[in-house]
């Protein structure tokens, strides 16, 4: 999916497809979060 932004470590994904609602995903450090 694509990156919507890049700092300091963090990578944030925009999944407006995978499945409802979409949501974003932040990777810091080999973590994930699902926001929604």
Known sequence: MPIVSMFF???VRMYA???N???MHVEFQGR???IS
Do not use: L, Y
Request: glycine share 8%.
């Open 9 to 11: 470590g963090i990578v």
């Open 17 to 19: 497809d995978d499945h």
């Open 21 to 23: 609602p979409p949501h």
């Open 32 to 34: 994930s979060h699902v």
